[in-house]
């Protein structure tokens, strides 16, 4: 309904050679107020880096080599937020691998399957934190 009487008003306006408005937004009205909120933060390594700081607090974690601000964060989502954790995944566990559900290849993803990490990469990683972790 919207989209026809904008069409109609435009179309109208460029038959009777009216200049239109290159400044023009359109306003939505919903009935109440919208806004951002004041601690929205709109960087995303930022958002991120908040994240980490608010939920990761394992130091040896954050300093894992081959770890990023990123990584960390996708990591918090998956409860993952001390170097035990870490230490005692697998790297399908990151990569994403296939298996078989009910006769079924299924597709699982990894929790840092968005980072492209090769499996030695992940192994790499993996047997790091495992070092520092189990060092006695």
């Known amino acids: 309904?919207?989209?026809?009487?904008?069409?109609?008003?435009?179309?109208?306006?460029?038959?009777?050679?009216?200049?239109?408005?290159?400044?023009?937004?359109?306003?939505?009205?919903?009935?109440y107020p919208i806004s951002?909120?004041?601690n929205y933060i709109k960087d995303l390594n930022e958002q991120n880096q908040k994240i980490v700081d608010e939920n990761?607090?394992?130091?040896?974690?954050?300093?894992?080599?081959?770890?990023?601000?990123?990584?960390l964060?996708?990591?918090?989502?998956e409860n993952i937020v001390t170097l035990n954790d870490f230490?005692?995944?697998a790297s399908d566990e990151l990569t994403g691998a296939y298996d078989m559900i009910k006769g079924e290849?299924?597709?699982?993803?990894?929790?840092?399957?968005?980072?492209?990490?090769?499996?030695?990469e992940a192994d790499n990683l993996i047997m790091t934190a495992r070092n520092i972790a189990y060092k006695d």
Do not use: C, H
Request: proline residues 3%; negative net charge.
């Open 1 to 31: 309904e919207l989209y026809y009487k904008m069409l109609k008003e435009t179309i109208r306006d460029l038959k009777s050679n009216n200049q239109l408005d290159e400044d023009w937004s359109p306003s939505i009205k919903l009935g």
């Open 36 to 38: 951002i909120p004041e």
């Open 56 to 71: 990761i607090l394992d130091e040896d974690l954050k300093n894992l080599k081959g770890m990023t601000i990123q990584m």
């Open 73 to 77: 964060a996708l990591l918090v989502k």
């Open 87 to 89: 230490a005692d995944l």
């Open 105 to 120: 290849r299924v597709r699982i993803k990894g929790y840092l399957e968005d980072f492209a990490l090769t499996r030695q």
